[in-house]
C-alpha cells in the first residue's frame, strides 16, 4: 500500500499557499522538519498527524491517502490474479500478507501459488519457485472449497510438475505427469520429457497419440469456422481455412492408397463446393463437389480407419478412428450438406446422380 502522506501535506500546503516555513510555524516544528515530511524521509507522530487534519479541513484517511479495499476472499483473489499478469512490484508482499490472512483458503492459496510461479519464471528466481510449488501442493487438500469449473486436481499437478521441470527435476516432473494423465492431458509433456532423456520410442509413441488426438479435433474445428465465417459472409476466410485443411490433409500420407484422411477430405470439398457456389463461381462448385464424389468411391471401395497407417503415428496397436460423420466417404458428404444447409448445392448433387 502506497504511503500518500507526504504528498498530501505538500498538496495541501500549496493549496493554502503556506510555505514550509509558514507550515513548520504553525506545528511548532522546524522547516527541515516539514521537508522531510514532504520527501517522505520522516514521518510526522500521530498527534501532529490528527492537528494536520483539522488544520487543512479534511478527514484522517484523505490526508493520509488511505483508501478502504475490499478485502473479500473473492475479490482478494481476483486482485492477487491481476497483480501476478501485471508484475504488479507489490504483488508478492500482498501475497504473503493474504496468506497470513487466509491461510486454510483455496482461492487465496491457488492464486498466491500461481503469483510465486509467474515471478518465479520471469525473475528466474528459484526461491519462488519452490515457495510456489509448496502453495500448490498445499491447495491440493483444500480442492473441496473449489468453485471454478477450470480448476481441478489435474491442473494442479500439471502446475507442480511443470515448476518441478523448470528446477531440473525431470524424473519426477515425469512421474507426476503420467500419474495423473487423465485423457492424455500430458502427452504432449511426457513426450518432450522422454525425448530428452533419449528414450525415443516411447516418447514417439505419446507423440503420435497427440497427433491422433488433434487430427480428431481438427475436423471439428475447421468446420466451426467455416460455419463462422460463412455466417459472417466471410467467403475469403471460409475457403482460406478448407484449403489449409486439405493441404495439411495429405500430409500425412504415407502412400496413394486410401486412408482415413480421404473420408475427412470429402467433407471439405464439399464444404469448399459450398463456398465457390456462394462466390458465385458455379463450376468450381461442381468441380469440387465431382472431386468429393470420387474420393468417396475411391476410399468406399478400399477403406482404411486405422490412424496407424497415417504418416508420423507410430504406435504399437491399431487405433480405428470414429466420428459421428457417417461410416463411407458417402455418407461423410451427405453429412456436410446437411451441414451447411447449401439447398443450391444440394440441387447440384443430386443432378450428379
Given at each position: ?140 487438500p483444500l480442492i473441496s472449497q473449489n468453485t471454478d469449473p477450470d480448476i481441478d486436481e489435474t491442473v494442479i499437478y500439471g502446475q507442480i510438475g511443470i515448476l518441478h521441470q ?188
Open positions: 500500500m502506497k504511503n500518500e502522506l507526504p504528498a498530501n501535506i505538500r498538496a495541501f500546503r500549496k493549496e493554502r499557499g503556506l510555505t514550509q516555513e509558514q507550515l513548520a510555524e504553525v506545528f511548532g516544528v522546524t522547516v527541515g522538519a516539514v521537508h522531510k515530511w514532504e520527501a517522505g524521509l520522516s514521518t510526522p507522530d500521530i498527534s501532529l498527524i490528527l492537528e494536520m487534519a483539522d488544520f487543512f479541513d479534511t478527514s484522517l484517511d484523505v490526508l493520509i491517502g488511505f483508501e478502504a479495499r475490499d478485502n473479500r476472499i473473492s475479490v482478494l483473489a481476483e486482485r492477487l490474479r491481476k497483480m501476478s499478469y501485471s508484475m504488479d512490484p507489490d504483488c508478492i508482499s500482498e501475497a504473503e500478507k493474504a496468506l497470513k490472512k487466509y491461510p486454510h483458503n483455496f482461492s487465496i492459496v491457488f492464486e498466491c501459488a500461481l503469483a510465486y510461479a509467474v515471478y518465479g519464471f520471469n525473475q528466474g528466481t528459484k526461491k519462488y519457485l519452490r515457495r510456489a510449488l509448496d502453495l500448490f501442493t498445499q491447495s491440493i523448470a528446477m531440473g527435476d525431470v524424473d519426477r516432473a515425469l512421474e507426476i505427469y503420467k500419474k495423473h494423465n487423465a485423457g492424455g492431458l500430458f502427452d504432449i509433456k511426457i513426450g518432450q520429457i522422454l525425448a530428452s532423456k533419449g528414450d525415443y520410442k516411447e516418447a514417439d509413441e505419446y507423440l503420435s497419440r497427440v497427433l491422433v488426438k488433434q487430427l480428431g479435433d481438427r475436423i471439428n474445428v475447421v468446420m466451426g469456422k467455416i460455419q463462422c465465417y460463412i455466417k459472417q459472409n466471410d467467403l475469403k476466410e471460409a475457403k482460406a481455412v478448407i484449403e489449409t485443411a486439405i493441404a495439411e490433409d495429405a500430409f500425412y500420407r504415407k502412400s496413394d492408397k486410401p486412408n482415413i484422411m480421404d473420408k475427412y477430405d470429402c467433407i471439405y470439398l464439399t464444404a469448399l463446393a459450398s463456398v465457390e457456389h456462394k462466390l458465385g463461381h458455379k463450376k468450381k462448385a461442381t468441380e469440387c463437389l465431382k472431386k468429393a464424389k470420387e474420393t468417396a468411391d475411391r476410399f468406399d471401395a478400399d477403406p482404411d480407419y486405422d490412424a496407424k497407417n497415417l504418416r508420423f503415428i507410430n504406435i504399437k496397436d491399431s487405433l480405428v478412428l470414429h466420428d459421428s460423420m457417417g461410416k463411407t466417404g458417402m455418407d461423410a458428404i451427405g453429412f456436410a450438406l446437411r451441414f451447411l444447409k447449401d439447398k443450391e448445392l444440394e440441387k447440384i448433387w443430386e443432378s450428379m446422380g
